[in-house]
């Protein structure tokens, strides 16, 4: 019913930025806006698609834990701690239907949560949200074949008659400035502001065919996650809107929500 494009940077969580979140704020009232609406469609479960999981060039891997739980100890802040109950007969339900399209899938037990998937968490348990989530972590696999997964989600959920929303967790470029994480590439702004274009006009081929050499230069984690994504809403009446974006910290940080008609 629901579908949101996250970034996932640690800062942008109060008890880690600090004073700091003042200068993403754009990125915090959208993240507060977008999780809200996402707790209005009351959802059993949240597919959380992550591209700092268990990534591979090959496979698919889905999180079929019970329970998952994760801290931001990596970021200075061990006792910042989120957990959640899982969905494993979803993550069944989608391998099954992975299988059918020829998308190796694997299922498996890590119920630790990356960072990836913790800060869009983070924002959907402020909002109220507490039931079911399940992780996938990207392939690095033609985006095609990933819009193909995500079309193999929206069979199995349609299958499950559950209400189920996804979130796509996405960092633009990282590097937009010289003091950006990944360093300086001028690619990285015209990467950022030609996916923001894309994403705003819903282009959907113009996301499947994006050039992969500008994508590498920008040093991005975003095409991966949105192309998911996209697969999951094709054939569907979808009212879409990008609600901010902006590069305060040298990396693209953009949010953007679908609400299914």
């Not at 999780?35 to 597919?47: E, G, N, T, Y």
């Not at 700092?52 to 998952?68: A, D, K, N, P, Q």
């Not at 979803?90 to 299988?99: D, G, H, Q, T, Y």
């Amino acid at each position: 019913m629901f579908a949101m494009i996250s970034p996932h940077p640690p800062v942008i969580v109060p008890q880690i930025g600090g004073s700091r979140v003042k200068d993403a704020e754009k990125t915090k009232k959208a993240l507060e806006a977008a999780a809200k609406k996402l707790r209005s469609f009351d959802p059993s479960s949240v597919i959380m698609i992550t591209p700092h999981g268990e990534i591979s060039r090959t496979t698919v891997h889905l999180y079929s834990s019970h329970v998952f739980e994760g801290d931001f100890g990596n970021f200075g802040h061990p006792r910042l701690k989120l957990s959640s109950k899982g969905d494993p007969a979803l993550s069944r339900r989608i391998s099954k239907e992975a299988e059918k399209k020829n998308i190796l899938t694997a299922e498996i037990q890590e119920s630790f949560l990356d960072h990836g998937t913790m800060v869009p968490l983070y924002y959907l348990q402020q909002a109220g949200f507490n039931k079911n989530i399940l992780p996938v972590a990207v392939s690095l696999r033609p985006l095609r074949e990933l819009f193909e997964l995500g079309r193999a989600i929206r069979y199995a959920v349609e299958a499950s008659e559950e209400n189920i929303a996804i979130v796509a967790s996405a960092d633009m470029s990282h590097r937009l400035t010289k003091d950006a994480p990944a360093g300086y590439d001028p690619a990285g702004k015209v990467f950022d502001e030609r996916l923001a274009d894309l994403v705003k006009k819903n282009d959907v081929d113009g996301i499947l065919d994006f050039e992969p050499r500008l994508a590498e230069e920008a040093g991005q984690d975003a095409l991966w996650s949105i192309a998911i994504l996209l697969g999951a809403l094709d054939g569907l009446q979808v009212m879409h809107e990008l609600l901010s974006y902006e590069g305060p910290f040298g990396v693209g940080y953009m949010v953007a929500k679908y609400e299914v008609r």
